[in-house]
Each structure stands twice: as C-alpha cells, then as structure tokens.
C-alpha cells in the first residue's frame, strides 16, 4: 500500500500543464475558492473544476525546520523542539479524475520532555507514563490520497485514503517507544446543480499505538504511573512484566456538506459526527484491560462567502469521552493452563465534555480570484471542558473555559518576477476555571486520606495554570516568491516565521516558536 | 440521495444513544460478632470498633463504626477490597477482624469459583491479650550512597519492651516469612495455621536470663551493625545496635567489634539474608518446645509447599508462637497477606519510593510509669506511621 502511494505521489508533480495565472495560485486561494476542499469529503475534489480546468494541477512542496523553546509551557510539551521535515501537497486532474494527495514527514527533537506517555497524552483519559524528563525523539509520517470521480454531471463519488505512523521515544530512563499506526478510509458522493451542491461521507478510522517501558540502568529504583485521567494514578516500582501497553481505537464518523451558490454568495457547511472506542490492553493477549474510553463528537464548519472580498467562518464542536476501567481478576483457565484475567464489572470512572467554537471575519482586496492587494482576519475562539473522575461516593472535578481574540493581516508587495507577503498576527487570551473540586454525594461514611494519594496534585495544577493562563501572542510572517518560469506556473519561495507567547501577570517566561520554509509550487 | 443518507441518520441515533453516564457503586454490608464464652469480650461495646474498607486497585479507602448490632453498610466503586475492623479498649483488650481481598461488584460478592453471592460478609472478632514485646521500628527500604546510589545495608529491625515487667530476649526468633514480597500474585500458605519463614531465621543468644529488656527499652538488630554514617544519606551509626545480622561467610554482611551477633538457626537459600526492600512481612517468635527441640523436629516443621512433594522445604511457625508481626507490602494494589489476622489484620505501606530512608514506626498510645505505650492492636494499618525518618533507640 505505501508502495501504491509513493509512487503515485512522485508521478503526481510531473505532469506538467502549462497555465497562464499558475503562478498566482496557492493552497489558501485554492480552498478560499473552493470551501468543499476543507471538508473530508473527496468527492467535492471535482468542485475545483473550474480552477483545475486552467491550470491542470497545483503542486506546493516544501522543506522546514522548526525551533521552540522556553518556560511557558504545558507539561506534556519539552523545553526546546528542533523539527525538520517535508509536507508535499497536490491537486491535479488526470483524465475525468481529480486527485489529492499529500505527504509528510517529520522528524524533532525534544529537549527534556516528560509525562507524555502517549503520542497525543489528550486523546484518551488512560496513560502508562514515568515521571522523569528526558530528551526524546519524534518522526512522523504522513501519506493522504483523495480520488473523486465523476457519474455524469451531477454525481460525483470519491474517497480518501490516509495512513499515519509516527515514533516517539525518550532517551533517559525509563526509557520508552511508543510506536502509532493509523489508517483512515472516508467515502463520500456528491450532487450538485448551479445552486446546490450536497454531499454525505462516511468515514472509518483504525489505529494501535504500542507503548513499551525499558530501564537501562538498574542501580536505582524507577517508577511507572498508571494515570486513570484528572491525574489519578497508582504508581509500581519498574517491572519488566509490566511493561507493555496496546492502545487500539476505531473511529465511526458520518459527515453530511450543503453548499449554496447564489450569484456572489457561496455558503458552505459541514457537519460531522464521529463515535471513537479506545481501549489499552496489555498485550492483547490475556484479557488484561487497562481502561476503554468512548468519546462521540459533533462538529460544525461553515463559510459564508460573499463576492471575492467578504468571508465569514464559524466552527462549533461538542464533545463527551466516557472513561472505563474493569473489574478483573487473575484466573487459571484450565483448557490452557495459563492464567487470564477474567472480567467481572465495568466502571464508568471519567467523564469529559467539552465544546469549541471559533468565528472569525476575513476581508480581501482582491482584484479577482488570485490578484489580491491585502486580506486581514479578526476572530476570537473558545474551549469550555469539564472533566471529572467518579468513584463513588466521591468525585473530582475539573472545568474551565478559555477565550481567545485574534487578528492577522497580510499584505502582498508585487514586484515584477517576485512576490513579498509579510502577514503579523496578534492574539490575546484568557481562561477562568477550579482546578479541582472534590465532592461527596454520600456523607454516611468516612473517606480517609488525602487527595496526594490518589491523585498527582501538581502535575493537574501545572497543566490547568497553562490551560487558563492570561498570554498575549505576536507573530510575523515573511513569505518570499520567485516566479521562475511564469509560463509554467513554476515558483520558489522561501518563508520565515516567528511568534512569541507571552504570559501575562506571571513570571514564567516565554514561549517562543521559530519556522523557515524552503519550496516550490508548479 | 435519500437512500444514501439514511445511514447516515441511522448512524446518528446510534451514537447519541451509546454515551450515557453512569454513578457504578456497589453496596457491602458487613456484620461483626464477637466470639462466644470469652470473658475478655462480654458486655463489648461494638459500636468502638471501626471498619475500613480498603480498595486495593487503588488508594480509596472508606470507613465507619458498627452499629449496636454490629452491623455496618458501606455504598462504593466496585473494586478489589479487604475489609478491616478492630479497637483497642480501656481494659487493655484489643480487637480485630478481617477479609482480605474480595471483588465486590455492583450485583454481589463474587465468589473464588466465579459465582455471585450476596454482598454480606459476616466476620467473628479475635481477642488479643496485649503481648509485651513488639516490634517498634522496620527499616526496609534503604537508602543512597552519599554518591547516589541505592544502599541497602543501613536497614534494621527494633523490638520494644511495651509492657510493666522486664522480658529477656534470650532465643527469641526474628525472621521475615514466604513469599518475600508482597506482590507475588498468591501465597500458597493462605489460612492455613502454620506459617513458612523466607529463607533464613535468626535467633538472639543467651542463657535464658543474658539480654534482659527492661520496660520502655529498645533493642535494635541491624542489617549491617558497623557505622553508615560516612556511606550512606540515612547517617546511622548502626555499630551502637544491640545486635547485627552476622555470621562469618556471609555476603555483604558486616558487624563492628564489640556487636554481638545473632545466630542463625535456619540457613535458608543463598550467601546472604533476603531482607526484602519493598515488602517484608517480619516476625518476632519463641517456639513454644524451645529452639533446640524446634531444629531437631524437622520432619514436622520443614515441610514442601502445599500440595507439592518435591522442590524447596520451608521451615514454618505456628501462629500461636509469634510475639509479633507487622506485614508490609508494596502498595494496596500489591498485598498478599502472608500474616494471619490474629498476627496482623491488615497491613501497612510506604508511599515514598524505595531507598528513601524511611520507616515504618508504631504510633504512641500513652506514657505510663515515664515510658511510652505504642498502640497494639494488631493491626498495622491502625498501630503504624509509615514514611517516617528512621529513630533507631541505639545503645549510648
């Protein structure tokens, strides 16, 4: 399979087509022209007819290297990344079928990265991790391949195919490897007419993550935690036979698109919904469960267009994971002689919800589709999340709400074979929320201990400080272009961003984030 | 177009239905008697002694005091538990019971064959007559070398003299019993009356009346009886122990000049004594036939694992003999009982990493005569601190 894609994805950016206003595309233009594009429905990839019909196929690639450090920070993020990588992506029509496709990789290093036992530690409640920091390694690959093909002039059926895999190891004791694996398949159909266009995927999504803790040097003893979400643990001395954790989820997502054309409006929308079942075994093998998570999701996008100067966005998500744990005890089976862990309850033990939502107005000085003087954006986003971790009679919740306001402008300075955008960009935050609320709903018996027993205090204290913290953001963008062969449509640019987050009213420092770009479009 | 979004539709009220949260909890009654036609236990006031329920999957941890009937309910998570209940009363009578390690789910008990049975447990109350030797002090998790290392051999055990008359410590065993640690999956041994040691046991010399323990006096037996405090982060001067671990030939064992050692009457497996860092169960006994007859009875008392007829003999105690013991395990989620109920109820643990340099340390009950009176319940997790500075009560 990954074969198939490469090969196809190297075919792809040789086939070259001449066209006039090539040049003056972009990704970002592509997509402002065509919102279906932003969807995960590849059938809309025949939405880009009119664009494709002058220019054949529109090819970005790039090299990067990326640089962040400093002390504001979340806790599962290093003190300094250094990421080098590549991202290629294409649009193109071969014969009657469109075709995207896109890869990626990535390769960083972290500098004394800690508590992140899973790739992304946000995506499920449940968490093998030790405690002590180390500089760690992450690659990242990425391959996408989106097909559409057209049934007559009003249908059109496609499908999208991705495969992620990425590596994360920590090089200091304990060490670990976690090793992901992520195949994702939508098929999607669409209908449009002059004024309508419809569309519906499906979408199915499987992926493992393998986890696997080593100690390389025995003189002293290391711990593993077993987090249970909201920063639950137990923690055990490092045992080789307990040191190995399968995480396997499958993902069920349904998504349905209306787009309306009328004379200068064009008004998109998207809504998806996505059913998600995680579950960590320890190898698969011996009915040992760590915990299952269920997550259902909803997910709004619309864009609400008008002319070539005015675009309105929205997003709104909502979500709830419900955590498990299990009841199980060691058994003798006797067909097999070998002891399983036999299932006896299941506990809901986490429950999150959470919801999303961002706005933002965009207007151009466009003289057409790809002659634009200067566009600025201005918009805010939120995130509301409430989480808690029940065992009955007690519970321990967490919720806050974080509020962002931004604006970015960008102004293109046309030269004659060359192009200069410089884009600045400010953001202004702020957060309220409890870090922890421990409630009671049956006072007839004493509970004893403290929370320092079941949960890690100041690890869920650093995480919500930064999640709420007050910073102020600015960034500036320099994107060079050089039209080398505007016939063709064959241009290099070389990019150079940097943006700083500043915490306001604390003392911890800075976040700051360096990107230089170096590529071409055709 | 309407064939085609119907699954999607049907897709959609299948996951708004699948998310429904839920408050799973368990309800547990437990009734609580005190035996029949013991003196020591007529006209009990039941409602003094306390019941916790510990989840062993975790740190959660719940109690409450019977009612006049004995009877007690607790509502929780379902999980793993052991059951603990004990009081110590004016009188000097202690009291304990318990159960250890239960699933109870929110339909029942479920028993060892996989059944569900009622979530009921009924339990009989033992009698302790106070004993006046105790162990006071176990220091097992070590420490670090002064250059970061892991440092084992500043460990030691103390025995404290609790009552009013003065006992001789003369041939009184100490040894820790099987399995080492207390997160083996299962102890063989489980309820049975007999109890194996974990490999070598150690006696105290003496005539009779050579090692007199006058009350409120200490004697502490040293891992290693010579000084660490050049060698390791604890900086105990263990050459002032009252005795040290020690026979020639030995590995990694030291004493200093002037220590006398203890004996070793059981030579166990290997060159050195396993003194386990994360979960030793100790105990301090007197066979009731003396030590001599003890060591030439091996027939009776050396016996194979149960249900085995080959492999490796423990020397095993009888219950009744143990003056005392404390049953330390690695956590709540790791703690196989290997002490019977009447030894140790329960158990106790650290919550400081291993090789910290800390102790478990029995809680002070009372001063009487000038002397402190620890608490002596039998149960560990009542009558001990853990994560405490070691204290050993060294010779001057």
Known sequence: MK??????????????????????????????????????NSAYLRMSESDLSKINSFTDAGIYFNYEEGKFKNIFDPESQITGGLDINSYSKLGKIY??????????????????GLLNPYSTPFMMVDSIPGNASLEMYHMEMGLAFPLGEKFTIGTDIKYNAGMYAKKRDLHNKNTLMDFEIRPGITYNSEIVNVGMNLGYIRGTEKIEYMQVDASTEKYL??????????????SSAENLRLREYDKYEGAVQFELNLNDFKFFNNFTVLYSLDTQTETGYNNLIHGDADQLTYNYNGTLQYGLKHRLSASYSASELLGYRYLQRQELDPASNVKKWVTYDKMNCYVSTSADWNADYTFRQAFSQLNISWAATIGARSTKLKRAYKAYPQSFTQNFRYTEAYISFVKYLKMKNSELALTPEFSYGSGDGVALDIALKDNTQNVLGDSNSVLLNEQLNEEFNYLISTKFSAGLNVRYTYKVKPSTGFNIYGDLSGKTFIPVGDEIGLRNFVRMTIGFTF | MRRLLLPLFALLLITTSCLEEIDTKATLKIKISAPQGNIAVEGLDLTEIEVKLQNKSNAFSYSNHLDNNGEVTFVVQPGKYDVLASAQYNTGVSVNASKSEFLLTEDGIIGDDGSVNVAEISLELNVNIPNPLIIREIYYQGS???????????RYIEIYNNGLITQYLDSICVTTVYPYNSTTGSNSWADKDTIPAAGMVWMIPGNGTQYPLAPGESC?????????????????????????????????????????????????????????????????????????????????????????????????IAKE???????????????????????????????????????VTRKVKDIINGNEVFQDTNNSAEDFISDQVPSPRLKN
């Open chain 2, 220 to 316: 502490v037996l040293a891992y290693c009886a010579v000084d660490h405090t050049q060698r390791a982060t604890s900086g105990l001067n263990l050459a002032k122990a009252h005795f040290g671990f020690y026979e020639d030939g030995l590995t990694g064992h030291e004493i200093a000049a002037g220590v006398p050692p203890l004996i070793r009457i059981i030579a166990g497996l290997g060159s050195a004594w396993s003194f386990s860092i994360s979960s030793p169960a100790v105990v301090i006994f007197r066979p009731e036939m003396g030590v001599a007859n003890y060591l030439a009875n091996a027939a009776t008392w050396e016996l194979f694992e149960p249900g085995k007829t080959s492999g490796t003999k423990y020397w095993h």
């Open chain 1, 99 to 116: 075709i995207y496709s896109r890869f990626a990789y990535d390769y960083s290093h972290l500098s004394n990265s800690k508590w992140r």
């Open chain 1, 3 to 40: 074969k198939v894609l490469i090969y196809i994805l190297l075919l792809v950016p040789f086939v070259v087509l001449e066209a006039q206003e090539k040049s003056d595309y972009s990704i970002d233009k592509l997509t402002w022209h065509n919102p279906g594009l932003k969807s995960q």
């Open chain 1, 225 to 238: 935690f077993d987090i249970y979400g909201m920063w639950m643990y137990s923690s055990l001395g490092f």
């Open chain 2, 321 to 359: 003999w143990i003056l005392d013991g404390v049953e330390c395990v690695q956590s709540a989620a790791k703690s196989v009982k290997r002490l019977p109920t009447s030894v140790d109820a329960s158990y106790i643990y650290m919550n400081s990493a291993s090789y910290s340099g800390k102790v």
């Open chain 2, 144 to 154: 670090s070398t002064l250059e970061g290392k892991s440092y084992t051999k500043d």
